[in-house]
């Protein structure tokens, strides 16, 4: 057995929980009551980064075969968008350049007769990497597969859940994933999947507070060699937690977590319904960057562990682009179609979820304080300022921006 009954995860003692038992051990490792009360957590400082260059981070070339089309425009910011390690920020022009429109095929002029949205990926079917003629069929996999991989069910709400766990215990955990992902340079993918697992994993098996810290590294352990290209090495991973998980208990961890997701691991990244959307919403950045916020906070949080992240990614750009407000258009038939077939002025759950994550960002938690930062940084685009004074007006506002009374559908 990869794992003996001692070392299995258990029920969490009820004095525990009322005594506030700190879960980790002090020093480098992670502590959920003083967790930001200043104290430096030095193996964070000491992990050397993952020094090996990616293929993202080399400077960007493309070649352009036609310089002068709003094709070759839309192409190159198609390009910085599937960028996404670290910020996906770049110069943006104001307009693309105004060239005569190409003349438009049958087959295309056919298939926008029939549906009310614009069929974006045509104008990819001459790059063999995009696939376009599987797209249709790859994103239903996707909204198959997402169903899937869910947690089983929100442990974090459920107070007589078997599994239940204190949203401030898993906020802490999070929170040092997102540090720990940013320090080793790993994708944003990675990241996500890591949640994922853990989510998946902790709604199904209840764990003793001095495991979780080992569940959470044991995650993203996995999640970096089923997303990355250049690995940090398993003594990294031991390293940062000081102690907590030593090299075999994470190798006996990675084998016990496997086999009780029974190694199905392929979850559909948000990231992709993101950029699916984006296209639609023609690769503006920092509409985009705004989302990217949105998600990962909404994939952070504990309120939203239950819901699709093809259903949060939608919330994420239609709050995104009320923020942003570069149109007055709030949703469209391609954004509709290209989200899945999402309606947010006919769909209850969307409104509601929408509304909390608002409300939500205009006074965020405070144990997420990494995230925070994070986005606070120049490297982000400052983009936390931005939403934040956006949610806290429209909180103010009772939601009159977000969803008017008087709003139609375009759709």
Same mark, same amino acid.
């Given at each position: 057995m990869p794992y003996s009954n001692t070392n299995e995860v258990s029920r969490i003692s009820d004095e525990m929980i009322e005594n506030k038992v700190a879960p980790f051990k002090?020093?480098?490792?992670?502590?959920?009551?003083?967790?930001?009360?200043?104290?430096d957590r030095e193996a964070l400082a000491k992990v050397n980064s993952n020094n090996l260059k990616k293929d993202t981070e080399k400077k960007f070339q493309t070649r352009v075969r036609r310089d002068n089309s709003e094709l070759a425009y839309n192409s190159l910011k198609k390009r910085r968008v599937y960028k996404d390690s670290g910020s996906s920020s770049f110069e943006?022009?104001?307009? #693309?350049?105004? @060239?005569?429109?190409?003349?438009?095929? /049958?087959?295309?002029?056919?298939?926008?007769?029939?549906?009310?949205?614009?069929?974006?990926?045509? %104008?990819?079917?001459? $790059?063999? &990497?995009?696939?376009?003629?599987?797209?249709? %069929?790859?994103?239903?996999?996707?909204?198959?597969?997402?169903?899937q991989t869910l947690p089983s069910h929100n442990y974090l709400t459920d107070t007589n859940s078997p599994s239940y766990l204190r949203p401030s215990v898993r906020a802490v955990l999070? $929170?040092?994933?997102?540090?720990?992902h940013e320090k080793f340079s790993c994708f944003p993918e990675t990241l996500y999947l890591a949640i994922n697992l853990m989510d998946r994993f902790l709604s199904r098996n209840k764990a003793t507070i001095d495991k979780l810290q080992l569940v959470a590294v044991t995650s993203l352990f996995i999640a970096a060699k089923f997303e990355e290209i250049h690995l940090p090495k398993i003594a990294e991973y031991s390293y940062i937690t000081d102690g907590a998980a030593s090299k075999l208990d994470i190798r006996r961890a990675e084998m016990f977590m496997l086999t009780k997701l029974g190694f199905d691991i392929g979850w559909p990244n948000p990231l992709?319904?993101?950029?699916?959307?984006?296209?639609?919403?023609? /690769?503006?950045?920092?509409?985009?960057?705004?989302?990217?916020?949105?998600?990962?906070?909404?994939? &952070?949080?504990?309120? /939203?562990?239950?819901?699709? #992240?093809?259903?949060?990614?939608?919330?994420?750009?239609?709050?995104?682009?009320?923020?942003?407000?570069?149109? $007055?258009?709030?949703? $469209?038939?391609?954004?509709?179609?290209?989200?899945g %077939?999402?309606? #947010?002025?006919?769909?209850?759950? @969307?409104?509601?979820?929408?509304r909390q994550l608002v409300t939500d960002l205009s006074s965020p938690y405070s144990k997420l304080e990494y995230l925070i930062k994070k986005y606070q940084k120049r490297d982000y685009g400052e983009v936390f300022y931005v939403a934040n004074d956006w949610c806290q007006q429209e909180v103010k506002n009772e939601f009159t921006r977000l969803f008017p009374p008087n709003i139609q559908s375009i759709i």
């Open positions: 002090r020093g480098k490792q992670v502590k959920i009551e003083t967790y930001h009360s200043g104290v943006q022009k104001t307009s #693309p350049p105004n @060239f005569e429109n190409e003349t438009t095929s /049958y087959e295309q002029m056919s298939r926008n007769e029939v549906h009310a949205w614009n069929d974006l990926d045509s %104008d990819e079917k001459d $790059d063999i &990497c995009m696939v376009t003629e599987y797209t249709d %069929d790859i994103f239903q996999h996707l909204y198959e597969r997402e169903q999070v $929170d040092w994933l997102v540090e720990v992709n319904f993101l950029r699916r959307i984006s296209k639609a919403d023609n /690769y503006d950045s920092t509409t985009r960057n705004i989302a990217k916020f949105l998600l990962e906070y909404s994939i &952070c949080s504990h309120r /939203y562990v239950h819901l699709k #992240p093809s259903l949060l990614s939608a919330i994420s750009m239609y709050i995104s682009r009320r923020i942003t407000a570069k149109n $007055d258009i709030y949703w $469209d038939a391609n954004l509709k179609h290209y989200s %077939d999402i309606d #947010p002025f006919n769909d209850n759950e @969307f409104q509601l979820h929408s």
